[in-house]
């Protein structure tokens, strides 16, 4: 007997290709061994058509209806999302700044029954994301809004050159670009001893094609991501269809709330429990980028 939880999950998740709930089965080891081995050479794994053809519409349906709910704040910003005006030697890349023209749509306004919310909330699903990435177990977030977000770019906007303060993320385009909108990364640019400053400064002053990859994502696709060492980017957005993706944020210990100050800049707005965590002690990382 399959558990309600395993059986929703069959009807969102192609489980013939992905037997999430299966993975002692000698497909469950491929899918899984091939994920990490991706993670380990390249920091990245796609994993194609994860969400069932059948629902594909469905799914950029859902996430364009609620669109209209991201916050937009253009903040300026560089790759290292430090303070833009802390005094850096004259050719250091963290001098470059960026607009950040994304916007998120926080999770409390995203619908409890839409895919992505059901697919975040999913145990199976989180316990298969933690096998992947080789870690014993991971949590939903406990912020209220960042746990979940819809990560919407409008045409001319772009979510430009950063490393991640997460470890890893997971996420999943829900509608393209019409051109443009492109996720590009130049795997492990640095290592935790080493910032490679040089090809970073190329990365960032369009130099850097020879260490950049791009991902052909299709919406539905599953990609697992660490992006602490590998610069990246969604290049920007044209045409006239905004790029959104799903970002599902997970963490390896129970009871994680963004700071206040992290929370009104993404949002623009924060609830009780981020003052509430604000005087306690455990607090989360900044949980976006
Ligand atoms: O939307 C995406 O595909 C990338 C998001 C990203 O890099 C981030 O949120 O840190
Ligand atoms: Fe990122």
């Known amino acids: ?3 309600l939880e ?3 999950l069959d009807q969102v998740v ?3 290709r992905y037997p999430l709930s299966e993975l002692a089965s000698a497909r469950g080891q491929a899918v899984v061994s091939r994920a990490r081995r991706d993670l380990l050479t390249l920091g990245c794994t796609v994993l194609p058509d994860f969400i069932r053809l059948s629902l594909r519409d469905v799914l950029r349906q859902e996430c364009s209806a609620i669109a209209p709910r991201a916050h937009h704040d253009v903040e300026t910003v560089n790759v290292y ?3 833009v005006d802390s005094a850096l030697p004259e050719d250091h890349p963290g001098r470059k700044t960026f607009e950040r023209g994304n916007a998120f749509v926080a999770r409390d306004r995203i619908p ?7 697919l975040y909330s999913n145990m199976v699903f989180r316990h298969f994301i933690a096998r992947c990435f080789e870690l014993p177990e991971l949590h939903e977030l406990a912020d209220p809004l960042s746990g979940l977000v819809l990560n919407v770019i409008a045409p001319g906007m772009e979510h430009p050159w950063h490393f991640d303060t997460n470890e890893f993320t997971v996420s999943m385009l829900t509608q393209q670009a019409q051109a443009g909108g492109v996720f590009e990364y130049c795997p492990n640019i640095r290592t935790a001893q080493d910032e490679n400053f040089d090809d970073v400064r ?3 002053d369009d130099r850097g094609e020879r260490l950049t990859r791009r991902l052909p994502l299709q919406p539905g696709d599953l990609q697992l991501f660490k992006g602490r060492y590998s610069l990246h980017r969604v290049s920007p957005v044209r045409g006239e269809v905004a790029r959104h993706s799903a970002i599902f944020a997970y963490s390896e210990r129970p009871g994680v709330i963004g700071s206040v100050e992290r929370t009104r800049q ?3 707005r924060v609830l009780p429990e981020h003052l509430a965590a604000e005087g306690r002690a455990v607090r989360g990382d900044r949980l976006l980028d």
Do not use: Q
Request: charged share 20%; net charge negative; aromatic share 4%.
């Open 14 to 16: 192609d489980t013939a």
């Open 81 to 83: 999302n430090i303070a």
């Open 1 to 3: 007997m399959r558990s």
């Open 112 to 118: 409890a029954d839409s895919l992505i919310s059901r």
């Open 202 to 204: 190329d990365v960032v």
């Open 6 to 8: 395993a059986l929703t």
């Open 266 to 268: 993404l949002f623009g």
